[in-house]
């Protein structure tokens, strides 16, 4: 069985690992990768050694890039094409009807806010993009809150399938600093973008009365600007370290000198960072998003509390900050790092392999 995983190519954070990671877990059931132009997922692959085929387009609406790939998914007689993303599964729908494939698509995010907040053409995208989930034979979700949404949009849950991330956990976890760092310090991990809720982060911080912390802030996005301006306007800025993009090697370096991960967001999948965190016993402070709780399973592991409820948010935080005091936070992150471990990119890889089977058994074309 030979299989195309088909993405944009212009992925970054969360939807770049996840492919990656898969790809190189699967590497040995013979995979490809095909991208629609140059870009970060075309280069981790190259790095991965995982074979990578660019079908640059013009410009993201260019179609007659599927007469090559049809010729090309022919030539090499794929059995089963599985597209990441609005773009490839919406040129895979054009697609499909012309080439004898199964398709299986993962839904990485709730399609709901994909296109949020674009105008007309966000509402084009996202009615083009509902058209797709019907058409696949199967679909992965990242989360129960996403097949909940596909149900919604009428789509069969026979054909749904949820399969949470995974990573791959250091065979002995580092335990953050040796030593209780003299500073508390706070990190993120993530595209900084409205949906992440680093604004009510923001807000929260202004009002803590412990003076000796820092925020340490890893990746890029629009919204950067816009939180250093806060964080000025705030008189927050000697507080504040902004990293901007990093490596999977300068994050995991980050996160062994931090003391909690906090993960504020409005709404999420399955959350990569989480289980990085984790990885390092590292506890967090999450909002109640996507199958976060799946995760944080109870209050020795960290802290779970409403989306957009800054009260609560800081509750949490001063409840972090008085065991960090006690030297006694890092023991919500062992118990993170023991329960987390089950989401393995080895789990991962597996439960993808037994859906693959269960949609040809289901559908012998």
Not at 37 to 66: H, M, S, T
Not at 77 to 83: K, L
Not at 157 to 172: A, C, L, Q, T
Not at 280 to 294: F, L, R, S
Request: with cysteine; glycine share 6%; hydrophobic share 40%.
């Amino acid at each position: 069985m030979k299989i195309a995983h088909i993405n944009a190519g212009n992925e970054i954070g969360g939807g770049l690992v996840h492919i990656i990671s898969l790809l190189k877990e699967l590497e040995q059931d013979g995979v490809d990768l095909i991208v629609f132009e140059e870009g970060p997922v075309a280069k981790a692959a190259r790095k991965e050694g995982i074979p990578v085929y660019v079908f640059e387009q013009n410009n993201r609406f260019d179609i007659k890039v599927l007469y090559r790939l049809r010729q090309y998914i022919k030539e090499q007689d794929y059995t089963i094409v599985h597209t990441h993303g609005p773009r490839a599964n919406a040129l895979i729908a054009l697609l499909n009807p012309f080439i004898h494939v199964y398709w299986i698509m993962t839904v990485h995010s709730n399609p709901l806010l994909d296109f949020k907040d674009r105008g007309i053409k966000g509402k084009v995208f996202e009615t083009i993009h509902r058209l797709t989930f019907k058409r696949a034979d199967g679909i992965i979700t990242v989360s129960n809150e996403i097949k909940e949404v596909l149900h919604s949009f009428n789509v069969s849950p026979d054909r749904i399938k949820v399969i949470h991330n995974g990573i791959r956990f250091s065979e002995s976890a580092e335990q953050g600093p040796m030593i209780q760092s003299k500073v508390f310090t706070l990190i993120t991990v993530g595209r900084l973008n409205k949906i992440k809720g680093y604004s009510n982060l923001m807000d929260v911080l202004r009002t803590v009365e412990f003076e000796e912390w820092q925020w340490v802030i890893c990746g890029d996005g629009e919204e950067m600007e816009t939180l250093k301006r806060r964080g000025r306007d705030y008189d927050l800025s000697g507080h504040l370290n902004f990293k901007g993009w990093l490596s999977s090697a300068e994050i995991k370096k980050e996160l062994n000198q931090a003391d909690i991960f906090m993960l504020p967001s409005l709404s999420e999948g399955f959350p990569l960072t989480l289980l990085e965190a984790a990885d390092v016993n590292v506890p967090a402070v999450a909002t109640d998003v996507g199958d976060v709780k799946e995760v944080i399973k109870d209050s020795s592991m960290g802290w779970l509390v409403p989306p957009n409820d800054n009260k609560k948010i800081k509750e949490a935080l001063l409840q972090a900050y008085s065991l960090w005091e006690k030297n006694k936070l890092s023991e919500k992150g062992k118990n993170l790092h023991a329960w987390a471990i089950r989401f393995s990119i080895e789990q991962q890889a597996k439960a993808v392999k037994s859906f693959y089977q269960e949609i040809l058994v289901k559908n012998p074309k």
